[in-house]
């Protein structure tokens, strides 16, 4: 089993510009997140998905849109890149227990 | 005030030392606490899950005070291999799942 896996691993963009950020898992979990991670800050919710077909705003969800394409799959999109969306981005994965399982992240660096 | 609150470090101590973590949370409902490692550019791991009645795994002891909201892990007979960043977690309930907050870290340096 890969666990959860995100696409790119890294990313360079120029402000303005829009992108997607990819993450599957293989354990068949039901809920799905993104957080974003920045020095100081600790680890911060975006959007999570509580099953297939929903999904709901965290913390940081300003900036952001996401898709749970089914079950595997959770998207985020970034429409307009901003230089203070700058950070580490992972994706993670749950079943009915609160522990969460990570992927290794996607740096991304907005100019 | 920060939901989970840590002291960021870094703990500088020599291999074979007995070191130990300590972490507040704000909110008086939380129900399950967790100590998560990451180690430098990787993803966050678990490493254990904390009980009112204290749990002890190997070299680390975690303990939970509900009264105080306060969370502790104890690493004893440190390893180089446990350098790394100690993240304290709660839970966060809302909607549909459980969310969880996370601290900000304590990074530990374990010297040869």
């Known amino acids: 089993n890969a666990g959860v896996t995100q696409t790119p691993k890294f990313q360079v963009l120029k402000t303005g510009q829009s992108m997607t950020l990819q993450c599957a898992q293989d354990?068949?979990?039901?809920?799905m997140y993104w957080y974003r991670q920045d020095p100081g800050m600790g680890l911060r919710l975006i959007y999570y998905?509580?099953?297939?077909?929903?999904?709901d705003k965290g913390e940081v969800p300003n900036g952001y849109n996401v898709s749970r394409l089914n079950k595997r799959e959770f998207s985020l999109r970034l429409e307009s890149a901003a230089p203070s969306q700058t950070s580490v981005y992972f994706c993670?994965?749950?079943?009915?227990?609160?522990?969460?399982?990570f992927g290794p992240g996607t740096r991304l660096t907005v100019l | 005030r920060k939901e989970v609150e840590q002291d960021p470090g870094p703990f500088n101590v020599p291999e074979g030392a007995t070191v130990a973590f300590n972490c507040t949370y704000s909110?008086?409902?939380?129900?399950?606490f967790f100590w998560y490692r990451q180690d430098c550019r990787k993803e966050p791991k678990l490493l254990m899950s904390?009980?009112?009645s204290g749990n002890e795994d190997g070299r680390f002891t975690a303990q939970l005070n509900r009264a105080s909201q306060y969370i502790s892990l104890l690493i004893r007979d440190s390893k180089l291999s446990d350098s790394a960043t100690y993240l304290c977690?709660?839970?966060?309930?809302?909607?549909?799942?459980?969310?969880?907050?996370f601290g900000t870290g304590t990074l530990l340096a374990v010297q040869p």
């Open positions: 993670a994965s749950s079943e009915v227990g609160p522990e969460q399982f």
């Open positions: 354990m068949n979990h039901n809920s």
């Open positions: 998905s509580a099953s297939e077909g929903t999904t």
């Open positions: 909110n008086s409902a939380s129900q399950s």
């Open positions: 904390v009980y009112s």
């Open positions: 977690v709660v839970t966060a309930y809302g909607g549909a799942t459980n969310k969880l907050i």
